[in-house]
C-alpha cells in the first residue's frame, strides 16, 4: 500500500498540476495589485501608476500560479520568474532609465524634500504597508538582490543562524539615515530627484549590496546570509509583516513530525515549534518563499488568511 501511495505522489509530483484550488492565491494578487493600480491612476491621473502596479502584480501572479502548477522539481522557478521580470524591470527600468534611487538612502533623501517619486511610494507599498498583507513576500518574488542571490549554489544553508548577527542589519539603517541627516541638514546638499547624483547613489548602493552578499553568501555557505544580517530593509518589514492577514501554517492533523520544512527553510524558522503552539508562522523572518509549502511531503503546509500577531521569533540558531 505505501509502496503505491508512494509511487502516486512521485507520478503526482512529475505533473503540472492545473487544478482550480491552485489559481486562487494568484487571483488574489491579481485583484490587489490591480485594485490599486486602477485606485491610482484613477485618483492621482498618472497613467503610469496604472502601467506600474499592473505590471508589478502580473508578474508576482505569473510567479504564484507557476510555484502552484509546476512539477515540484521546477517550482523554485516560479518564484525566480517573478524576481527576475520584476527585478530587472525596477533595477534597469526604474533605476537606471528612470534615474531613481531605489537604495534606502534614495527613499529617505525623497522623504525628507517631500517629493512623492516612485522610490518613496515603492518604499511605502512594498516594504512598509504591503507587508500588512503579504508579509515579506518582496523579499521572495520581486527584490532585485535576491534575484541573483538566489541563483548562487547554497539554495539551504550549510549551517544554522549565527545568533546576535542581525543587529549589524540596524546599525546599517542607521548609518544610512544618518548618513543622509548630515547631507540634508548640515551640509545642506540639495537632492535633484532622477539626476545624475541619484544615478551615483543608486549604482553604488548596488555594487555595494551585490558584492556584499555574495561574499556573505560564499563565505557562510548561505545564499540568504546577506538578508539575515546586513540588509536594512527588514527593518521597516519587520514591523508591519508581523501583522500579515496572509501568513502560511502547518495542519497538525496532516503533519508527520519528519522535519523537512525546517531543513529546506532558508531563513531558519523551526515551523514545528509554531505548529506546537498552535500559531500561523508569525516570524518575521519568514519571506514567503513556499519552500516549506511545496517540500512538506504531506502537503501540511498552506497560506492562510487570518489575524494575529506575535512577538516570538522561533529560528534555528547554531
Ligand atoms: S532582505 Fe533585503 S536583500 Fe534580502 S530579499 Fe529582502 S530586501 Fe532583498
Ligand atoms: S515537512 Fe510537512 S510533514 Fe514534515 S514536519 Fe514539516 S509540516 Fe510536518
Ligand atoms: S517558513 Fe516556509 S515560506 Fe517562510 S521562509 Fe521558511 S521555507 Fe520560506
Not at 516612485?118 to 513576500?137: C, V
Not at 546599517?172 to 532622477?194: A, D
Not at 514567503?288 to 511545496?294: F, G, R, V
Request: net charge positive; hydrophobic share 45%.
Amino acid at each position: 500500500m505505501e509502496h503505491y501511495e508512494k509511487k502516486w505522489n512521485n507520478k503526482r509530483e512529475d505533473k503540472w498540476d492545473l487544478s482550480l484550488k491552485n489559481m486562487i492565491l494568484p487571483a488574489v494578487f491579481l485583484v490587489i495589485f490591480w485594485g490599486l493600480a486602477i485606485f491610482l491612476s484613477l485618483q492621482t491621473g498618472v497613467g503610469f501608476y496604472l502601467f506600474n502596479f499592473g505590471y508589478i502584480g502580473t508578474s508576482v501572479a505569473i510567479g504564484i500560479f507557476f510555484i502552484q502548477t509546476l512539477p515540484k522539481k521546477h517550482k523554485a522557478w516560479g518564484r525566480r520568474t517573478s524576481q527576475i521580470l520584476v527585478g530587472c524591470y525596477m533595477l534597469f527600468f526604474l533605476g537606471f532609465v528612470g534615474r531613481e534611487n531605489m537604495q534606502i538612502e534614495g527613499f529617505f533623501m525623497l522623504f525628507l524634500s517631500g517629493v512623492f517619486a516612485a522610490a518613496t511610494m515603492h518604499y511605502l507599498i512594498a516594504k512598509i504597508a504591503g507587508p500588512l498583507i503579504f508579509g515579506r513576500a518582496w523579499c521572495s518574488y520581486t527584490c532585485w538582490t535576491a534575484m541573483i542571490l538566489d541563483l548562487l549554489p547554497y539554495k539551504q544553508p550549510q549551517q544554522k543562524r549565527i545568533r546576535y548577527l542581525g543587529i549589524i542589519r540596524y546599525l546599517y539603517f542607521f548609518l544610512s539615515l544618518s548618513l543622509v541627516l548630515l547631507i540634508w541638514y548640515v551640509l545642506k546638499v540639495p537632492v535633484e530627484p532622477q539626476s545624475t547624483t541619484e544615478l551615483y547613489w543608486l549604482v553604488g548602493g548596488n555594487i555595494l549590496f551585490y558584492s556584499a552578499g555574495i561574499v556573505l553568501a560564499y563565505h557562510l555557505k548561505d545564499n540568504r546570509a546577506f538578508c539575515k544580517y546586513l540588509c536594512p530593509i527588514p527593518v521597516f518589514q519587520k514591523i508591519t509583516s508581523r501583522f500579515a492577514l496572509l501568513k502560511i501554517k502547518i495542519d497538525p492533523a496532516k503533519c508527520i513530525d519528519c522535519g523537512k520544512c525546517e531543513k529546506v527553510c532558508p531563513m531558519d524558522v523551526k515551523l514545528l515549534e509554531y505548529k506546537i503552539h498552535d500559531q500561523r508562522i508569525l516570524s518575521t523572518e519568514c519571506i514567503w518563499c513556499s519552500t516549506c509549502t511545496y517540500e512538506c511531503p504531506k502537503a501540511a503546509i498552506s497560506v492562510t488568511l487570518g489575524l494575529d500577531a506575535g512577538i516570538a521569533e522561533r529560528l534555528n540558531y547554531r
